[in-house]
């Protein structure tokens, strides 16, 4: 009929999908929310860290690694930094004082500390990621707090321990070792390294060598051993970092072992001995 409106399209007999009606608002929506991800990503990883960097001295590259996650550490702040030399002897006397502070600690607090100041090198979970730097998960907390306490007193050197060390008051130190030290005990068992050392070499290790004076490794650095309180662990802890130890007591650039002990036996040692003990050890569990 002229001048009739045209019939709906449910007349037609095909009716209108409802999805139809709102696919604008949809893709305005995603549009939305995909520029507001991008924008976001940028700001995070691009533009906040290349302020940041120049206060913490890093490069552009290192700065988008810390904020992306993988590199360890903050592009926010410059890590302290110091060129003190290890003092002549530790200064620790597992006195009943001592013991004392230990046995008080709070290891809340601890862990508040360690979340603040020793995670971004340590790991979260005191498992260090970095193979020159210590995992303190495992250590006693008796061994913790000597280390520490020898970087505040200056028996051990750091160009980053000794000020974060020193800025910490003694009862800290004994809540942060107590926190890191609440699951020593780890059990011994031999990993793809340690199944893999040379005979002579696990020898050293669980023998000594009589013949050059040398005690076993063993008697003194794995758990249970009745070694000094202060010993640390030395299973399943980096190689790089172990290797790195031993050659700083052979050549007297550190010098906190108490009555020369480590210095002796790591005189004795030739480089290559240390290198594979390192290895074997990291490859214990």
């Known amino acids: 009929m002229a001048g009739a409106p045209p019939p709906a399209d449910d007349q037609l007999g095909d009716p209108i999908d409802p999805r139809t009606l709102d696919r604008p608002w949809r893709i305005w929506a995603g549009l939305g929310i995909g520029t507001a991800l991008v924008v976001g990503a940028l700001l995070a990883f691009l533009v906040i860290p290349s302020f940041q ?33 290890a003092a002549p002897v530790s200064q620790v006397a597992w006195s009943p004082e001592v013991l004392t502070i230990l046995n008080q600690a709070e290891p809340d607090q601890g862990a508040r500390i360690a979340a603040a100041v020793c995670s971004s090198c340590h790991g979260q979970d005191g498992v260090s990621a970095t193979p ?6 495992g250590q006693s907390a008796a061994s913790i707090y000597k280390q520490l306490h020898d970087y505040r007193s200056g028996a051990r050197a ?19 070792a107590v926190f890191y030290g609440r699951d020593a005990g780890p059990s011994m068992g031999l990993g793809a390294r340690g199944q893999s050392a040379r005979p002579e070499i696990v020898r050293l290790a669980t023998e000594g060598d009589s013949a050059r004076r040398l005690p076993s490794c063993n008697s003194c650095h794995v758990n249970g051993a009745g070694g000094p309180i202060e010993t640390p662990i030395l299973t399943g802890q980096h190689h790089q970092y172990l290797a790195n130890q031993l050659l700083a007591f052979k050549n007297g650039e550190r010098r906190n072992d108490v009555y ?9 040692l030739n480089d290559e001995e240390i290198q594979a003990l390192a290895e074997y050890y990291q490859g214990v569990r």
Request: charge should be positive.
């Open 260 to 268: 020369q002990r480590m210095r002796n036996i790591a005189r004795v």
């Open 132 to 137: 020159d730097l210590p995992s303190l998960a």
């Open 158 to 176: 750091h160009p980053l321990m000794t000020p974060v060390a020193q800025q910490l008051l003694i009862p800290d130190l004994a809540n942060v």
């Open 53 to 85: 960097r120049e206060n913490a001295g890093l490069d552009m590259w290192t700065a988008f690694c810390r904020a992306v996650g993988i590199t360890e550490g903050s592009p926010a702040y410059r890590q302290p930094v110091s060129d003190a030399k």
